[in-house]
C-alpha cells in the first residue's frame, strides 16, 4: 500500500525559495507517473507539475521557469524546488502518484508566501 508523505512547507518571504518533498512510506512500487498539486482557499485543486516515469517533466503555466519537479521511481520519492516564489503561490501542496490503475494522494502540506 503506497502511504505519501509530504513535508518542507511553510512560510517564506515573497521572492524566496522552499523544496517540498514526498517520501511513500508504505510498499515501494513501481510507479507511472508523480505529480504536485496545490489548492488555495476557496479554489479548486490545481495541478503544478507532472512527471511520468520516462520524458520530460509539465509545469503549470503559472508556475514555468519557477519550479522544478525531480523524482526516484526507485525510492518512490519526489521533490518540488520552488523558487521566486509570489503571494499567489500560497495553497496547500499535494504529491500524487500512479501506479498502473492505482493513485494515491499525500495528506499536504501548506506554503504561505507573505508579501
Known amino acids: 500500500q503506497v502511504q505519501l508523505v509530504e513535508s518542507g512547507g511553510g512560510l517564506v518571504q515573497a521572492g524566496g525559495s522552499l523544496r517540498l518533498s514526498c517520501a511513500n512510506s508504505g510498499t515501494i512500487v513501481t510507479l507511472n507517473a508523480m505529480a504536485w498539486y496545490r489548492q488555495a482557499p476557496g479554489k479548486q485543486r490545481e495541478l503544478v507539475a507532472h512527471m511520468f516515469s520516462a520524458g520530460a517533466p509539465n509545469y503549470a503555466d503559472s508556475v514555468k521557469g519557477r519550479f522544478t519537479i525531480s523524482g526516484d521511481n526507485a525510492k518512490n520519492t519526489v521533490a518540488l524546488q520552488m523558487n521566486s516564489l509570489k503571494p499567489e503561490d500560497t495553497a496547500v501542496y499535494y504529491c500524487?502518484?500512479?501506479?498502473?490503475?492505482?493513485?494515491?494522494w499525500g495528506q499536504g502540506t501548506q506554503v504561505t508566501v507573505a508579501s
Open positions: 500524487r502518484s500512479r501506479s498502473g490503475f492505482n493513485s494515491d
